[in-house]
Each structure stands twice: as C-alpha cells, then as structure tokens.
C-alpha cells in the first residue's frame, strides 16, 4: 500500500492531524512575526509604525486574509487540545510542559485585546485603532493592560518558537540557515518591545504637550468606555467556554493517564533493563516513566526517528504502524522489524527491544542518521549500504 493510500485511511489520520495543526501554526506565526516586525519599526520613528502597518497586516487585512486567520486559530486551538485529551500518560518534558502551559495561557491573555480591537470600531463609529490611539491607551490610560499585553506576547512567540524549532531542527537545511533563523527568533520580539518602549515614550511626551492629542486620547477612551459592556460580555462568554474546553481536555487526559493502570505491560531492552508500564502506553513513554535512556529529539511526535528500536520478541503485541510511522522509517530506509518506540504501543504482555540510536544523540541524528549507523546492519533499522 502506497503511503497516499495509507494517509486517506483510518491510520493516516494522525498524520493529516499533525499536518493541520502545523500549517495553522505556521499562518499564525507568520501574523504574529508581522506585527512585531511593526513594533520593531518603533525603533526607526513613531510615524513607521502606522505608515508601515497596512503593508506588514495586507496578507490578513482581506476577506480572505482574515478568514484563513480566524480558521487558523479554531483549528490550533481546537488541536492543541485534542493533543491535550489524547494523552496516555504523564510522561512530559520539561519542554513539552512549558509549549503546553504557554499555548493553554495564550487566549485568555490575548482575548482582551483582540475583543477590543475588533469590537470597538464597529461598535462606536469613527473609533480608529491605530498605533497612535493603542500606545496611547496602553502608556497613559491603562498601563496593567500594556502589561497583559507583554505576557501574552512573550507567552506566544515563545510557543510558537519552540514549535518551529522543533520542526526546522530535524530538516537538513537547518545546519545552513541556523546563523541567520536563531537571531531571528530571538531578535525580533526583542525589537518589537523596545519599539513599543520607544513609541510609548514618544506618546507620553506628546500627551503632555499636545491638548490635540489628550483631546484625541480622551475620545478613544470613551469609545472603549462606551464598548466596554459588550466587550466584557463577549470576553466572559468565551472565556467561559474556552475554560470548560480546557477542563474536559485536562479530565480526558487524566482519565487515559490512570486508566487500566492494573493491566502491566513490560519493555525488556538491551542491557538487561527492564522496565513496567500500562497497556496503551508506547515504548517510549514506558521508557520515560521508568528512567531508562532513551532518545527522542523531536519529543516523540515521530518525525525525527532517533527513537527506532529493533524488536527482538513480541512484535505482534505492539500496535500497528500508522502512516506517520510508515513515512519516517521509509525515509531511514528501516528493515521489517524496526518499529518508533513513540509510535509503537505495547498492547499486552511483554517486549523485548533494543535502542538502535544512543540516549545522547542531538538532532544530527535525524538530518544524517547514516552517521549513526553502528556496526551491526541487521539491527540498525538503516540498510547497510546507506552510508557509502
């Protein structure tokens, strides 16, 4: 079966799930580099900031634009949270819990502001959300907002960071672009808070010499004043809703990570380890419950393959390989009885399995696993000849 065939199949769904959720990020990353390459021009001068917005916002600033933005976030949204509620266990990183705290942290910290934006003009005619009006209200009126605004800034850009990266760092042509992406990724929201420091200094000083624009921040105040009510009412609402999504996803989660705790499954691994787990749970997530070494760059979502194991005995108990699996070790080239120990689930009994990729290994392993290859071919899960 081709591995079209197998994508549009009940196995291909996790992999057409992971391609979604990845190309929602990726529209919303790209929104979010664009306007904090706005804030950057901070830097230049207060006048860059409005003069450079709607040519920064055009990909969204269309019909188009803001429906692909708008399904974007639903489908991350909703995404993040269905990984959320299909976890087996409690075997997180400490990476995977800050990327899970900070994408459950983000609506909350945003939504004020994108209500307020959104709602305001269209509730109260003339009202213009310009940079002008928005460093104005945030440096003068309300300054525990410009704070919430921070937070939720550094809460996405850091999500969305450690997500691109954990995608980038597995391709091949990362080891080229790394010296011009990193200082990228750091840079910009750098940049953007000290252009919103610099464009806030510039209004405070303008409001204090300008009754114009006191008179200007005034009317922009009572615009929101005047939206408030249903601002608040729509913010409590979603909130609410938003809430109960995340409490069914954690209870979800929960449910699955204590389920069948009674029926044991073991991993005996090379060495003479052997280590316990629930039935359900992959090789991988028995071996970080239990303290055993074993790779996994890419966090276990089954892109990187530094995880692969040969298995030795009881293959017929691990579950079938999806179509995520299938595509990653075709592209090692992996013999038959090499399984993704992320992907593998023990489904009963015991295993016995071997760890083909050192604990240590860094994601060169994923870019060139032929440099990994060690001296026995028939367990190596790469093709003997694939490093001449």
């Not at 819990?97 to 005619?125: D, K, W």
């Not at 016995?352 to 990729?357: A, G, I, S, T, W």
Request: net charge positive; hydrophobic share 55%; proline share 5%.
């Amino acid at each position: 079966m081709s591995l079209a065939a197998e994508a549009t199949g009940p196995k291909g769904f996790d992999l057409r799930f992971r391609q979604v959720r990845l190309l929602s990020g990726l529209v919303l990353f790209a929104f979010v580099a664009s306007h904090l390459l706005n804030l950057a021009l901070g830097l230049v001068s207060f006048e860059a900031l409005d003069r450079w917005r709607p040519i920064l916002i055009a990909p969204f600033a269309n019909p188009v634009g803001e429906v692909l933005l708008v399904l974007s976030v639903l489908v991350h949204v909703a995404a993040g949270l269905a990984t959320t509620a299909r976890r087996r266990s409690f075997a997180l990183t400490r990476l995977d819990l800050l990327q899970l705290a900070l994408g459950l942290a983000t609506p909350p910290l945003v939504m004020a502001h994108v209500l307020t934006m959104r709602m305001t003009g269209a509730i109260v005619a003339g009202f213009e959300a310009s940079y002008a009006t928005i460093l104005a209200i945030y440096w003068s009126a309300a300054p525990l907002l410009a704070i919430q605004q921070l937070l939720a800034v550094a809460a996405v850009w850091l999500h969305a960071v450690i997500g691109f990266y954990a995608v980038l760092v597995l391709r091949p042509v990362w080891p080229r672009i790394r010296n011009l992406v990193l200082p990228l990724l750091f840079g910009l929201p750098v940049m953007a808070l000290l252009g919103f420091a610099r464009g806030g200094t510039e209004v405070v000083a303008q409001l204090a010499a300008d009754p114009a624009a006191r008179a200007r921040l005034q009317a922009a105040t009572s615009a929101v004043a005047t939206a408030a009510p249903t601002i608040f009412a729509w913010q409590d609402r979603l909130l609410f809703a938003y809430a109960v999504a995340v409490l069914l996803a954690l209870a979800a989660w929960f449910g699955r990570a204590t389920l069948r705790r009674r029926s044991e499954v073991r991993v005996r691994y090379d060495g003479g380890i052997e280590a316990t787990g629930r039935a359900g749970l992959s090789v991988l997530e028995i071996s970080r419950l239990a303290g055993v070494d074993h790779a996994h760059v890419c966090e276990g979502r089954g892109r990187c393959g530094t995880c692969r194991i040969a298995v030795h005995a009881g293959g017929d108990r691990l579950s079938a390989p999806g179509a995520a699996e299938t595509r990653t070790l075709r592209s090692l080239g992996a013999i038959p009885n090499v399984r993704l120990a992320c992907q593998a689930r023990v489904l009963s009994g015991a295993v016995v399995v071997e760890r083909l990729v050192p604990a240590y290994a860094d994601a060169s392993a994923a870019r060139h696993p032929e440099d990994w290859i060690e001296d026995r071919p028939e367990v190596t899960g790469v093709p003997a000849g694939a490093a001449a």
